[in-house]
């Protein structure tokens, strides 16, 4: 369980607080997409969850520890982020990439047990990447090297899986699968599942709940549904030319003012 | 085959090749010695002069060609991990220069200090130089991961050469004066040679590089989530400034010694972990280790091989010939690997 208790992220100033006040209860095995427009604070929000950049006030709880008090090596063992950042990794092997996932568990040579050799194939197999756990890392495509990403992640088997923008240089049929694999992922076991994106069609057809960054500060959390019904879709993301309809639930050219 | 697997039998192999390449280099040059006399003559038997030729004129230049050239591997595994790029190396990155420095400032100052210096630097040569090399190489390693935030792996790399063309120039002006005052000769420093190193010295050349070596292992596993960046490597539980900070000790205390008693040995320590990766099939920096000091020291015995043999004539030297083995190698990796030929 994640619980948010008057979380507040940012930085010291001069761009200060970002988003403030935040206090949500996150259920297991949910699938969050948390959504808004750039620089709406998604990424300093999913940093902070993270344990990447420490709250500027409040706190974050998993399973009722304090993820900023968590020592380095045990939040490991339970939060797992994934990226946009596209890295060169020279002489990596897609299994290496993979069984990095592993590390926290493994001792001071890194050894592999027979356990973990089990978890990095199965999630090979989950996201259909066996077929290049050989190949270099460099070498495969975008969609590709999301997967294998998203594979060492869940190698690390965490409570809580943060997903930064990583659906950024993929295709559509790519997005889709990488969201419902995810989804597939957090109601199978159990884990939480917290994707940042711009996705917003598929973001609101595949998640179990959103949390909606409008841009002021605040966020909104609830499902699909009573996020559109109740105007809060438009309100964060409508601008001069574009507004979302409710009924329509999608976006549409605003009418000429006038 | 399983890394393990290819990593055990890879070293066993470079293992074997580096004891029959010392062997035979204790026999071969002017006065050629049968390996069987070799091995007699290292045993403490044999007749006087074979064994005077092989454990005093040739045993320690093939003990340091062995330690040299694994630290030098070693070093560039750590290197190449630190800076995430393929082309790094402590020579390559100007650090190899920096020691150089270090080496000529501490004689310098010796020299011009008078003769009370210049006895107590001659008792203490091994260390002092040491000392002053690990100084000279910290504060260029330093300097460079500074230049690295900034820049791209190829211009690190052209940065990093530029700085050791540099500094070999003001080493020269300052060794210039340190032997009119001084009266030692220096001349031929910046070719890089393992014959300049007693027995007695071999303690002080082995024990930091030892020291090196062990702090290399035990940070393997660190360094290895490093290699996906920063950010992963401390979501994966990872202390990176500490590692940062021990990663480049030890590639102070296995270069350091290294350009103190050998000049800058060039190419060994960029080419030598391709080699162990493609060996071990893994960027893995755990398995690296062994198979990269195992090849570096195969390397520096052949090359040093090369400069001793019996029709020699004192025209070749070791950085010319790692250069022609490095060098291709080197615009190889430039032109045809994925990494290196993606970034502009």
């Known amino acids: ?258 | 085959m399983t890394v393990f697997a290819r990593t055990a039998a890879g070293s066993a192999g470079l293992g074997a090749a580096v004891l029959a390449c010392a062997i035979f280099a204790l026999g071969w040059g002017m006065i050629s010695v049968p390996a069987a006399d070799v091995v007699q003559a290292l045993a403490g038997g044999g007749d006087s002069l074979n064994g005077h030729i092989v454990r005093d004129i040739r045993l320690p230049r093939v003990l340091t060609a062995i330690i040299a050239g694994g630290a030098l591997g070693i070093g560039g595994v750590l290197m190449q991990a630190l800076f995430r790029n393929p082309m790094a190396d402590a020579w390559s990155l100007g650090l190899t220069a920096g020691g150089q420095l270090g080496v000529a400032l501490v004689v310098t100052a010796a020299a011009f200090a008078g003769p009370q210096a210049i006895s107590f630097l001659q008792a203490f040569e091994g260390p002092s130089t040491t000392l002053g090399a690990m100084l000279g190489v910290a504060v260029f390693a330093l300097l460079m991961m500074m230049v690295a935030r900034r820049v791209s792996t190829v211009t690190l790399l052209v940065v990093g050469l530029m700085l050791g063309f540099t500094v070999q120039g003001i080493v020269s002006i300052v060794l210039h004066f340190a032997n009119r005052v001084g009266g030692r000769v220096f001349s031929g420093w910046n070719d890089g040679t393992f014959a300049n190193v007693q027995l007695a010295d071999m303690p002080v050349l082995a024990a930091p590089v030892l020291l090196g070596a062990l702090l290399a292992l035990f940070n393997a596993k660190a360094l290895t989530a490093l290699l996906l960046g920063e950010t992963y490597a401390r979501s994966l539980g990872t202390d990176v400034s500490r590692l940062r900070r021990l990663t480049l000790a030890a590639v102070v205390l296995l270069v350091a010694p290294v350009t103190a008693f050998c000049g800058p040995v060039t190419f060994v320590g960029l080419i030598v972990p391709h080699f162990a990766r493609a060996v071990a099939g893994t960027a893995r920096i755990l398995p690296l280790l062994p198979l990269a000091a195992l090849s570096g020291a195969l390397l520096a015995l052949a090359a040093d091989l090369v400069v001793h043999a019996p029709w020699e004539q004192h025209f070749l030297h070791l950085n010319a010939v790692l250069a022609l083995v490095g060098a291709p190698v080197v615009i190889a990796l430039l032109l045809f690997s994925r990494t290196m030929r993606g970034q502009h």
């Not at chain 1, 070498?139 to 990403?149: F, I, P, T, Y």
């Not at chain 1, 605040?218 to 559109?228: K, M, P, R, Y």
Request: aromatic share 4%.
């Open chain 1, 1 to 258: 369980m994640l619980q948010l208790k008057d979380l507040a992220v940012g930085y010291g100033p001069p761009r200060g607080v970002v988003l403030g006040n935040l206090s949500m209860t996150v259920e297991p095995g949910r699938f969050i997409c948390v959504l808004g427009r750039n620089g709406a604070g998604k990424s300093t929000l999913m940093r902070t969850l993270a344990g990447l950049q420490t709250a500027t006030a409040g706190r974050a709880l998993l399973d009722g520890d304090d993820i900023a008090a968590m020592r380095p090596h045990s939040r490991a063992r339970r939060i797992a982020v994934v990226l946009t950042e596209r890295l060169n990794s020279p002489g990596m092997t897609v299994d290496d990439v993979v069984a990095m996932g592993r590390q926290p568990f493994t001792n001071w040579q890194g050894r592999l047990s027979a356990d973990d050799r089990a978890i990095i194939a199965s999630v090979l197999q989950q996201t259909g990447s066996t077929a290049f756990a050989a190949r270099l890392f460099d070498a495969l495509s975008d969609g590709e090297r999301q997967r294998v990403m998203i594979a060492r992640a869940m190698a690390q088997a965490p409570r809580l899986m943060i997903l930064d923008e990583i659906t950024a240089f993929l295709d559509l049929p790519g997005r889709v699968e990488v969201m419902s694999l995810l989804r597939r992922h957090a109601h199978a076991t159990g884990n939480i599942v917290l994707l940042s994106s711009h996705d917003l069609d598929l973001s609101l057809q595949l998640a179990d709940e959103v949390w909606l960054l409008d841009g002021a500060g605040a966020v909104t959390a609830g499902t699909s549904q009573d996020l559109i019904v109740q105007g809060h879709i438009g309100r964060a993301f409508d601008t001069e030319g574009v507004r979302f309809s409710a009924d329509l639930g999608r976006f549409v050219l605003a009418p000429p003012a006038g």
